[in-house]
């Protein structure tokens, strides 16, 4: 069965602090997403792995393919950063499932 | 470029009538993507297209439900007719390669069906 979870669900930190995201899935997949989801709907690809860890000014995403994890960090959080953020993946049977997302909250 | 477009960004209507929602992909790529997102169910993939053709469509829900893509600059999603429990925001994106990919979402359409 196909299944996705993340953690937290909700996230209030105050700025500055370091974010961790969580997304645990169930199955064998050949790529993992994270997108960002800003308050006004839009959203934003921030990665794609298939290995290891990758980085992006202050993000930086890691996935551990044998133990069906993945982490997104925040260093140096900012009231921008407030976003839902997804996981989703494409599974061996190129399906994409998403995660309910965990929506964050920084504040200033 | 632009970006993804689409077209309209808000639709208001009523059970029964046909809707139409419109995409135009970043020039170039070759894979487009519909999703609807819901409180309920969150993101959800309908359909995706490879070079404009169907891949798979295996999350249309039902057969009120069609995409085409009748060129590589265009695409629709209609729903016909169209229930309240249609009301969602539906994306578009597009990518060069397929998921494993980074994606390019357009901005949705809000869609209400009263």
């Known amino acids: 069965k196909n299944e996705v979870e993340q953690s937290p669900q909700n996230l209030t930190a105050q700025e500055g602090e370091f974010i961790t995201i969580n997304c645990s899935y169930s199955v064998g997949i050949s790529a993992l997403h994270w997108l960002q989801q800003h308050p006004g709907g839009g959203i934003v690809s921030l990665f794609m792995?298939?290995?290891g860890k990758k980085k992006h000014g202050r993000l930086i995403a890691t996935i551990n393919i044998q133990e069906k994890h993945s982490s997104l960090h925040i260093t140096a959080s900012h009231p921008r950063d407030s976003a839902v953020y997804i996981c989703a993946y494409m599974n061996r049977d190129d399906k994409i499932i998403f995660g309910k997302g965990t929506r964050l909250h920084i504040l200033p | 470029d632009a970006g993804v477009i689409q077209s309209p960004r808000h639709e208001v209507t009523e059970m029964g009538q046909e809707v139409t929602l419109r995409c135009k992909p970043i020039?170039?790529?070759?894979?487009l993507f519909w999703y609807r997102q819901t409180m309920m169910r969150g993101l959800e993939l309908l359909i995706y297209?490879?070079?404009?053709?169907?891949?798979?469509d295996s999350g249309m829900p039902e057969d009120r439900f069609s995409a085409k893509m009748p060129n590589a600059s265009f695409s629709t999603l209609k729903i016909q007719p169209s229930e309240p429990r249609d009301s969602a925001v539906y994306f578009c994106a597009s990518s060069f390669v397929d998921f494993s990919n980074e994606q390019f979402f357009g901005p949705g359409t809000r869609l209400t069906v009263l």
């Open positions: 297209f490879n070079n404009n053709v169907p891949i798979d």
């Open positions: 020039s170039g790529h070759d894979y």
């Open positions: 792995l298939s290995s």
